[in-house]
């Protein structure tokens, strides 16, 4: 069993920062990639920034420049510097992490719960 749980969202002013944490834990063998998605009101889910084990990361074009993906492998855990945020990055983020397990040896994609970030004008 894997769990995946994020902290750090918020309540933030327009050009505030935010820094997203998502922490994995259970019976992992190994995590192939690790991710920020977000979903706003009336919105399909969207990808943010990802970043695969070999250090490889993409980002939204609506965020580069702004967010900054990182990892603690050590600690299995994947955050988001979110610097200079916008209204219209207000959305719930949830992580998402391709990972091995004993029980799973196999790459299986997991969700976490979602974190609310809004960010007021």
């Known amino acids: 069993q894997v769990q995946l749980v994020e902290s750090g969202g918020g309540l933030v002013q327009a050009g505030g920062s935010l820094r997203l944490s998502c922490a994995a834990s259970?019976?992992?063998?190994?995590?192939?990639?690790m991710g920020w998605y977000r979903q706003a009101p009336g919105k399909q889910r969207e990808l943010v920034a990802t970043?695969?084990?070999?250090?490889?990361?993409n980002y939204a074009g609506s965020v580069k420049g702004r967010f900054t993906i990182s990892k603690d492998n050590a600690k299995n855990t994947v955050y988001l510097q979110m610097n200079d945020l916008k209204p219209e990055d207000t959305a719930v983020y949830y992580c998402?992490?391709?990972?091995?397990?004993?029980?799973?040896?196999?790459?299986?994609?997991?969700w976490g719960q979602g974190t609310q970030v809004t960010v007021s004008s």
């Open positions: 259970g019976s992992i063998i190994d995590i192939n990639a």
């Open positions: 998402d992490a391709a990972i091995r397990t004993t029980a799973v040896p196999r790459l299986y994609d997991y």
């Open positions: 970043l695969t084990s070999g250090g490889s990361t």
